[in-house]
Antibody, heavy 122, light 108 residues
Framework: QITLKESGPTLVKPTQTLTLTCTFSGFSLTTGGVGVGWIRQPPGKALEWLAIIYSNDDKRYSPSLRSRLTITKDTSKNQVVLTMTNMDPVDTATYYC??????????????WGQGTLVTVSS | EIVLTQSPGTLSLSPGERATLSCRASQSVTTNYLAWYQQKPGQAPRLLIYGASSRATGIPDRFSGSGSGTDFTLTISRLEPEDFAAYYCQQYDSSPLTFGGGTKVEIK
């Protein structure tokens, strides 16, 4: 059974750096073709993909946010960490992590965490 | 970057009716790597359709996906009360991964 759960601060101040952790179970990021991505959703708005890291350590970022994002993995802890610098109130959103596969079967995000709401305010 | 445009923004229908949701891509999704998600308020998105037309595990057969190239459709054959929600398409053909703006299916 695959599960993912996001953790991190619920409130950050403008200009601060946000660090979010996705802790997962039921799969390993040492298995070929597995990826964990981050997606966010401002209140009442659409989903926006942010970044993804794969088991081969390939990393991809949203072009519009690339300069502010870093994604890393800790396979021993079954965790993926996303950092976003220079936070702004427009970054207020629910942040989700999600699992995908790019192996024999190429899948989109088929398992999602419950999401964590991050508010940016002074 | 492939931009996905969903229409309509809101669809007002009654239970039992047929829902047809559109997702148009700014360039061809050559591999048909197009997905549909359902999202209810306060919940994470749930994968419904992948590969444009394959239902994910446990998804009822009243949900079907079709299309290729730049035009894709999600059809709900007969709306059940639990189907009133927001729906998003996503392409995973190329990076950056992109989502559409969503269609809300509401009770008429």
């Amino acid at each position: 059974q695959i599960t993912l759960k996001e953790s991190g601060p619920t409130l950050v101040k403008p200009t601060q750096t946000l660090t979010l952790t996705c802790t997962f179970s039921g799969f390993s990021l040492t298995t070929g073709g597995v990826g964990v991505g981050w997606i966010r959703q401002p209140p009442g708005k659409a989903l926006e993909w942010l970044a993804i890291i794969y088991s081969n350590d390939d990393k991809r970022y949203s072009p519009s946010l690339r300069s502010r994002l870093t994604i890393t993995k800790d396979t021993s802890k079954n965790q993926v960490v996303l950092t976003m610098t220079n936070m702004d109130p427009v970054d207020t959103a629910t942040y989700y992590c999600a699992h995908r596969m790019v192996a024999q079967l190429v899948l989109p995000f088929n398992y999602w965490g419950q999401g964590t709401l991050v508010t940016v305010s002074s | 970057e492939i931009v996905l445009t969903q229409s309509p923004g809101t669809l007002s229908l009654s239970p039992g009716e047929r829902a047809t949701l559109s997702c148009r891509a700014s360039q061809s999704v050559t591999t048909n790597y197009l997905a549909w998600y359902q999202q209810k308020p306060g919940q994470a998105p749930r994968l419904l359709i992948y590969g444009a037309s394959s239902r994910a595990t446990g998804i009822p057969d009243r949900f079907s996906g079709s299309g290729s190239g730049t035009d894709f459709t999600l059809t709900i054959s007969r709306l059940e009360p639990e189907d009133f929600a927001a729906y998003y398409c996503q392409q995973y053909d190329s990076s950056p991964l992109t989502f559409g703006g969503g269609t809300k299916v509401e009770i008429k």
